[in-house]
T-cell receptor, first 113, second 115 residues
Framework: DAGITQSPRYKITETGRQVTLMCHQT?????MFWYRQDLGHGLRLIYY???????DKGEVPDGYVVSRSKTENFPLTLESATRSQTSVYFC????????????FGQGTRLTVV | AQKITQTQPGMFVQEKEAVTLDCTYD???????LFWYKQPSSGEMIFLIY??????QNATEGRYSLNFQKARKSANLVISASQLGDSAMYFC????????????FGGGTRLMVKP
């Protein structure tokens, strides 16, 4: 099926553990994004990627690592999870151009205990 | 840098009435795009409407219209004939030419439609 999928949908992890959130899109969109959604903050950009092997920091990148070895995949890794990283994470993709809409995954609810 | 401000954390509207959700933005770009997304309680992000900075007419999509006032840097969403299914979070977002293809979001407005 065409679209953008995130896995897992729900994750509980312990403080200090490494966790990776996966994102896969089937459209071959150039741009991919990771956002976190917290109450009162809307969606804040963590990292984005303009193409394979090109990534850049967003508004809140600290504590996160991304990679994009293939156009369709954009995993987000929390190297050492902290409770402040408890959030809902959204992956999105869009084609190049200001007027193109972004398509979002279903979100991953991550709880760090 | 680009910034989106949504000043209404929550709003009520009576079913079948129209409602306006406010959005102001700040950017140094001359060329930019403005978007509205809906997020129902199920959590998915649904694209509603787009307005380009050089578009002369306000965008419309069914019951959604965008009241674009460039000089005031506002891009308010108008929903006509509200339905119970319109109850959701609504996010305004923008993408500027010099900001690459980043989409910057506002804090959102929670709309509740009363029967």
């Amino acid at each position: 099926d065409a679209g953008i999928t995130q896995s897992p949908r729900y994750k509980i992890t312990e403080t200090g553990r490494q966790v990776t959130l996966m994102c896969h899109q089937t459209w071959s969109h150039s741009y991919m994004f990771w956002y976190r959604q917290d109450l009162g903050h809307g969606l804040r950009l963590i990292y984005y990627s303009a193409a394979a092997d090109i990534t850049d920091k967003g508004e809140v990148p600290d504590g996160y690592v991304v990679s994009r070895s293939k156009t369709e995949n954009f995993p987000l890794t929390l190297e050492s999870a902290t409770r402040s990283q408890t959030s809902v994470y959204f992956c999105a993709s869009r084609e190049k151009g200001m007027n193109t809409e972004a398509f979002f995954g279903q979100g991953t609810r991550l709880t760090v205990v | 840098a680009q910034k989106i401000t949504q000043t209404q954390p929550g709003m009520f509207v009576q079913e079948k009435e129209a409602v306006t959700l406010d959005c102001t933005y700040d950017t140094s770009d001359q060329s930019y795009g403005l978007f509205w997304y809906k997020q129902p309680s199920s959590g998915e992000m649904i694209f509603l409407i787009y307005q380009g900075s050089y578009d002369e007419q306000n965008a419309t999509e069914g019951r959604y219209s965008l009241n674009f006032q460039k000089a005031r840097k506002s891009a308010n969403l108008v929903i006509s004939a509200s339905q119970l299914g319109d109850s959701a979070m609504y996010f305004c977002a923008m993408s500027g030419y010099n900001a690459g293809n980043m989409l910057t979001f506002g804090g959102g407005t929670r709309l509740m439609v009363k029967p």
